[in-house]
């Protein structure tokens, strides 16, 4: 899983990337360097892609637009301490989320890739904000548990982060397992991803979930 987490950040940062690197980057270069399901070739058919509504936000874990997950949600969690499930960083401009994922709700071998960034006006104030959000993801608990809300929260979750660095861009890379066992064994494993360079900041959730019948 995080090897496959850092094939698909390169193929996505490469339109951004690379010797002739700009200085600073728009929403539509982000967008065209997305890693899109046609990017899988001859493999292409087994994935479907779609552009994530902007107005949409998840009532289950609730993240503005606008702002960036530090520990998954730790607004719901019962924890030995307090760390923020999300921040805000200052002046930055959401690019609409992309996802790539299995085109068979049967496929359990394929992970579910979200993309998204945030454009800042410099790069001064990209790095504050990476800085605040690493800072941020530093502090999440090792583990801890949900234990209210829909049923595909609950259950623990076991997080650990390190730091990441590819062709310039800088930043955290968080690996999570997810388990919860009720009339089903559920397991989620995510890597989450969150880099910089010059004035953008770019996020990437690689997720695998599996959902195995328990022996009667």
Not at 54 to 71: I, K
């Amino acid at each position: 899983m995080r090897r496959l987490a850092v094939l698909v950040l390169l193929a996505a940062v490469a339109g951004c990337g690379g010797s002739d690197s700009k200085a600073a980057y728009s929403s539509k270069d982000v967008k065209a360097a997305y890693y899109k399901a046609t990017d899988e070739g001859a493999g292409a058919r087994a994935f479907q892609d779609y552009w994530v509504d902007d107005e949409f936000h998840s009532h289950a874990n609730f993240v503005p637009r606008e702002a960036l997950e530090t520990c998954p949600l730790m607004q719901r969690a019962n924890a030995p301490s307090y760390a923020a499930n999300a921040i805000t960083p200052k002046a930055g401009q959401p690019v609409s989320e992309f996802v790539v994922g299995p085109a068979l709700d049967t496929d359990v071998r394929t992970p579910s890739i979200t993309q998204g960034a945030l454009v800042f006006g410099t790069t001064a104030i990209a790095g504050a904000g990476m800085d605040a959000v690493g800072n941020a993801m530093a502090k999440c608990p090792a583990q801890y548990e949900v234990r209210g809300g829909p049923s595909p929260i609950l259950g623990t979750y076991s997080v650990s982060a390190r730091p990441f660095e590819s062709d310039g861009w800088k930043g955290v890379v968080q690996q999570i397992a997810h388990t919860s066992q009720f009339d089903d064994v559920y397991y989620e494993d995510a890597a989450h991803v969150v880099v910089q360079r010059a004035n953008v900041i770019l996020y990437l959730d690689v997720t695998h979930r599996k959902i195995a019948r328990m022996p009667r």
